[in-house]
């Protein structure tokens, strides 16, 4: 099938209405490509799959927004894929960076509010305050 043959519109159109096929068209025509495009992204195989799945999961359940005012169907798809793409990747950074962080990993010496309010030569009226409340509730006011 050539490209000319192959109508985007009506497909995005065919899952609007909910004809699983139409999506199944889709992803026989513009699977590969669309998975280069997910891979350039988020450069790992297993995510590229995981992004790709979820971009045609919003496909599926997007269609019916699809404007055909607002530009060409397989310009749309390419959009949704690499938003997904990018939202995957993104998610993915976040994981990473918050996982490398361990609380054993954290050095003993960090000074804790009441040695860093002390060191302050502005917060010593505040500093006498906190120092006549009993620790408990000092600790709460200092947490907080």
């Not at 490209?3 to 899952?15: G, I, K, P, S, V």
């Not at 139409?22 to 995510?47: C, D, F, P």
């Not at 060409?72 to 918050?98: D, H, K, M």
């Amino acid at each position: 099938m050539r490209d000319t043959e192959f109508d985007y519109e009506a497909q995005l159109f065919a899952c609007a209405r909910g004809e699983q096929a139409a999506l199944r068209r889709i992803y026989e025509k513009e699977g590969r490509w669309l998975m280069g495009v997910t891979q350039r992204i988020v450069r790992r195989r297993e995510l590229a799959d995981e992004a790709l799945h979820d971009a045609f999961l919003q496909i599926w359940q997007k269609a019916s927004s699809y404007n055909s005012v607002l530009g060409f169907a397989r310009g749309w798809i390419y959009s949704v894929v690499r938003n997904q793409a990018i939202n995957t990747l993104r998610a993915t950074t976040r994981e990473t960076l918050s996982s490398d962080i361990e609380m054993e990993d954290l050095p003993d010496d960090i000074p804790g509010p009441l040695d860093v309010l002390s060191k302050d030569r502005e917060s010593t009226a505040l500093h006498l305050c906190l120092e006549g409340l009993d620790e408990q509730k000092r600790a709460c006011l200092l947490l907080a």
